[in-house]
């Protein structure tokens, strides 16, 4: 069965570079979040996506964007990077608010050096 | 608002023996949960979830959940550890009339000895 595929799974950047995560859904899942997971750490909400369309937002910094494409795919832009910065990166997708769950993609590794 | 709290943030066992790994949440609304695993470098792997459905849950690798709204609990159990199931464990909560977003607990890491 088809996954949520996020890509790349590795990113290496220094600091003040700029970087950029994308995020497939399932087919048909039009709802999309993002997810910071740092060392130890438990997943902290960035922000989520419903039908192309923010829906909420959660502890993301400024310097970072994201939008849903029209085929709703998500990209998460993430300027002037920060040695902090440096975390696993999951995307997740769900139909609708997810009462039927939501499926996790495998993550991307960001590295700021 | 909702929140989740893993009462352990490590519980070891050995193998063969019962595994119990405790969550307690919070929600203004009647809840989804649900308990993910993430391997070492691995993403996050639905164990199971509750929506509202029965309140004793199945899920995979033959873990369960219950659901105990007078305990505010969703406690995830399985009679037998394997080897395999060292992870770590987050217990997580979802409101059906609020923000579209998951709330994590902290974590459980599971240890299983020889």
């Known amino acids: 069965a088809a996954g949520v595929i996020q890509s790349p799974r590795h990113l290496i950047k220094e600091k003040r570079e700029t970087a950029t995560l994308k995020c497939y859904p399932i087919?048909?899942?039009?709802?999309v979040y993002w997810y910071q997971q740092g060392p130890g750490q438990d997943p902290q909400f960035l922000i989520s996506f419903y039908e192309k369309m923010q829906s909420d937002k959660g502890s993301i910094p400024d310097r970072f964007s994201a939008q849903q494409f029209s085929d709703y795919h998500s990209e998460l832009n993430m300027s002037s990077l920060e040695l902090g910065d440096s975390a696993l990166y999951f995307c997740a997708s769900s139909m609708g608010q997810g009462y039927y769950g939501y499926t996790f993609g495998s993550g991307t590794r960001l590295t700021v050096v | 608002a909702q929140s989740v709290t893993q009462l352990d943030s490590h519980v070891s066992v050995s193998e063969g023996t019962p595994v119990l790994l405790r969550c307690n949440y919070s929600s203004s609304y009647s809840p989804s949960l649900f308990w993910y695993v993430q391997h070492p470098n691995k993403g996050l792997q639905l164990l199971l979830k509750y929506t509202s459905a029965a309140t004793l849950v199945k899920g995979i690798n033959g873990f369960e959940a219950e659901f105990k709204k007078s305990e505010t609990s969703f406690h995830l159990t399985k009679p037998s550890a394997h080897m395999s199931d060292a992870a770590e464990y987050f217990c997580?909560?979802?409101?059906?009339?609020?923000?579209?977003?998951?709330?994590f607990g902290q974590g459980t890491r599971l240890t299983i000895n020889p």
């Open positions: 997580v909560v979802n409101s059906l009339q609020g923000a579209q977003k998951l709330v």
């Open positions: 087919p048909r899942h039009d709802t």
